[in-house]
């Protein structure tokens, strides 16, 4: 059982919001790197190449989104989701690379103080105007990243909001080099430096455990547990395992049942189960329910066992001398406690009178019980 919003809805609201941040992004690079060029502000020019790394972002984020959207296929029976994880590492790495760059140049400065720049008052508004514009974009692509959980998004939201800390930064580099302290546009670039790669590592370091199929906390398995223990008809429940794919949680668990239950009664635990799950857990998408009529924690107790055409030829060899044994149907056959348990039907018509049937039933049963693995026969009349 899955849900969520559909592909392509969720491929166009991605879509909209990065054009969106892109477009900004554009605009604000520009004003950054030209005007900290012009007002001599080192730690204006590294925030405009910071929010430039957030346009090369939004491009990545662009084609992952297309990418990671499209249905599955035989190559990919589970879609492209982890192709947003791909792209939120790459992300991470490119942050890495910028913060690297201004750091190794700021010291630079810093070490030959001839080359300190002196930042004039323009800076501080450039600045200004980031920090405004920077944290509406955080907020907009926020709240679309939760609506269609994407974590590919999220991550660009707070790729645009360490923006905003950033800007702080240079907002009170630049006015205290403006007050007299010329080393401290160079200070701030390096905290700016600092900021970004600190943003690049949380990033790649999510994404690896998302593609080594890190499961969730403790605390919020035990949530779904206990959710499947208060169903009707769950004796026990075992082996939750959970990962994520993009926005979207996955989970396969073990439940037992009442061992002699119909496939269909069984299927109807299973969808109740997969409704249970999702009201706990709204992050899930398909859930794999395996359904148990014993419990097989420490091991397969009846796996050994033949299958179906294999007994009914033991059955068969062993049925030649009960002549009724021909309108046997159906046979009935459960796999529990290392043993094969038989119910066997026949129809009462067949007999002329109860003493009869019940005759042939105790045949069948002593015949069933010679064949090898059977452990239990009962033998139903039906009209």
């Known amino acids: 059982m899955s849900a969520g919003l559909p592909s392509e809805q969720r491929y166009q609201a991605m879509r909209r919001v990065t054009l969106i941040g892109a477009m900004t992004n554009l605009s604000l690079a520009t004003a950054q790197i030209i005007g900290g060029w012009i007002s001599h502000s080192q730690a204006l020019i590294a925030d405009g190449v910071h929010t430039l790394s957030d346009l090369i972002s939004d491009i990545m984020v662009l084609f992952a989104a ?13 879609g492209h989701g982890r192709i947003e994880t791909l792209a939120t590492v790459a992300v991470g790495l490119i942050l890495a690379g910028v913060a690297v760059g201004i750091m190794t140049d700021a010291a630079r400065r810093l070490l030959n103080p001839e080359e300190l720049l002196s930042p004039t008052p323009l800076a501080l508004i450039l600045a200004a105007i980031a920090i405004i514009s920077k944290e509406a974009l955080y907020h907009y692509t926020m709240r679309v990243a939760k609506r269609v959980r994407s974590r590919m998004l999220e991550a660009n939201a707070w790729h645009h909001r360490s923006d905003v800390v950033s800007s702080v930064v240079v907002l009170v580099g630049v006015g205290a080099t403006l007050a007299g302290l010329p080393f401290m546009d160079a200070v701030a670039a390096i905290l ?28 919020e398995q035990e949530r779904m547990l206990e959710a499947v223990r208060r169903l009707d008809g769950i004796q026990g429940v075992h082996g939750l395992r959970t990962r994520r794919m993009a926005g979207t949680l996955l989970a396969d668990i073990h439940v037992q049942v009442a061992p002699r239950i119909s496939v269909s009664e069984g299927h109807h635990i299973a969808d109740a189960v997969c409704v249970a799950m999702h009201g706990v ?6 859930i794999l329910v395996h359904i148990d009529p014993e419990d097989d924690q420490q091991e397969a107790p009846s ?26 149907d159906p046979v009935i056959i459960h796999y529990l406690q290392g043993k094969v348990h038989l119910e ?24 069933s019980l010679r064949a090898e693995d059977v452990g239990q026969v009962e033998v139903l009349f039906r009209h």
């Open 66 to 78: 297309r990418k990671a959207n499209e249905a599955a296929d035989t190559n990919h029976p589970y």
């Open 192 to 219: 700016v430096a600092l900021l970004i790669g600190h943003m690049g590592g949380k990033l790649i370091w999510n994404s690896a455990r998302e593609l080594i199929d890190t499961g969730v906390e403790a605390e």
């Open 281 to 286: 857990q709204d992050e899930l998408g398909d």
């Open 303 to 328: 796996s050994h066992l033949p299958n179906r055409t294999e007994m009914l030829e033991r059955l068969r060899a062993q049925w030649h001398d009960v002549p009724a044994s021909r309108h046997v």
């Open 344 to 367: 066997l039907q026949l129809p009462l018509g067949l007999f002329n009178n109860l003493a009869e049937a019940q005759a042939v039933a105790r045949q069948l049963v002593t015949a």
